[in-house]
């Protein structure tokens, strides 16, 4: 069965950096378009940035300029790299994956989640 983890949240200061990532394992055809979201607690989740399978990219306004959305289709991983973090930047963060079985069906998929916090 397909499944997504990722990785590389952790605890870090206002201004640093980190890098999550997120690999899709399992039995699929293909991977179509990607995308990290993040929910903040008490809060909607909410779409950060994605990437479509021909490399295009797109970036909520509160991301442009510091997050960076990339992916390795040779490894199966979508990547956020993070700049520059705020306070607000803190939620969980879960990758999302278009996962096509076939030529002719698709579907979503998403990862558990991996926890961003950032401190004042």
């Known amino acids: 069965q397909v499944q997504l983890v990722e990785s590389g949240g952790g605890l870090v200061q206002a201004g640093g950096f980190l890098r999550v990532s997120c690999t899709v394992s399992g039995r699929f055809f293909s991977i179509d378009d990607m995308a990290w979201y993040r929910q903040a607690p008490g809060k909607q989740r909410e779409l950060v940035a994605s990437i479509t399978k021909y490399f295009t990219t797109s970036y909520a306004d509160s991301a442009k300029g510091r997050f960076t959305i990339s992916r390795e289709n040779a490894k199966n991983t979508v990547y956020l790299q993070m700049n520059n973090l705020k306070p607000e930047d803190t939620a969980v963060y879960y990758c999302?994956?278009?996962?096509?079985?076939?030529?002719?069906?698709?579907?979503?998929?998403w990862g558990q989640g991996t926890q961003v916090t950032v401190s004042s």
């Open positions: 999302n994956a278009e996962i096509r079985s076939s030529l002719i069906s698709s579907r979503q998929y």
